[in-house]
């Protein structure tokens, strides 16, 4: 794929060869145009390989839409350009370890596949690891309604790096529900298998914590409405962030950088 380096700045055809940008990355990019048409790839018997990817990375695109939905509360100014992708990207890891269902109409399984969303950053540049040092605990319920995120006492200063400007932070406790996906072929697209339980949340937020005072640390508890009843295709991604803001007059002034949210467990 060639890249355009000079001044002209365009997209569109122009003769045989397409300009156009991709999303989080610099410059412009060149590509010759063309191809086989829309009634080939969806009809041709050459391109039933391609029909049976495109159906796969839909359903795997919208199991990782669901995730970004059950997260949308605290998603903003949590994600880097290529945050879909990624997570696009593990679904069709999990898709591929579907060992029951043909090619084309694979499962979403995320149930029995849950160390694939471990450790995930919905910002790639920016770890929670690597901004907040202070000890924490995780646990949860049995029924897996309630999650706990527990920090211990710190001194901000020497554990949490916050960006210059900040006077002060705070933790967050977010859970969502995400259902497995199947493919239904009277419909011949992927649906959740619960769609019920799918894309529920909850959302706890710290308390605005000073960064230049002693930190005594807190239990944030993110709670699923009562009686709320799980199922094995469905899993609850517990999420820890945190953010930073800037505290003028009493009132508190988000950063837009430095922020940010990590799936730390599946279950």
Known sequence: MAKQKGPLKYVGTIGDIRHFKIKGQEGFFAGMAGGPTDTQVKTAPEF???????????????????????????????TDPQCTGRLTSIMK????????EARGERKVEIST?????????FDKNISFASVSYVPYLLNHSVDRLISNFTTLAATPASSINAPAGATHFRYINA??????????????TYEPTN????????????????????????????????GTVMTADV???????????????????????????????VY
């Open 48 to 78: 039933q390989r391609t029909r049976e990817n495109m159906s796969e990375f839909g359903g795997c695109a919208k199991a990782g839409k669901s995730i970004r939905v059950a997260m949308s509360e605290v998603l903003n100014g949590m």
């Open 195 to 226: 769609p019920e339980l799918n894309e529920l949340s909850s959302t706890t937020y710290g308390s605005y914590s000073p960064l230049n005072a002693a930190y005594a640390g807190e239990v944030l508890d993110a709670s699923l409405p009562v």
């Open 93 to 100: 890891k999990i898709n591929l370890e579907d060992g029951t």
């Open 113 to 121: 596949q849950r160390t694939y969303l471990h450790g995930f950053g």
């Open 235 to 265: 899993s609850v991604l517990q999420c820890i962030g945190i953010e930073f803001f800037q505290e003028v007059n009493g009132n508190f002034y988000k950063f837009s950088s430095g922020n940010c949210l990590t799936i730390d467990n």
């Open 175 to 188: 859970i969502g529900v995400v259902s497995d996906y199947a493919f239904n072929a009277s419909t011949g």
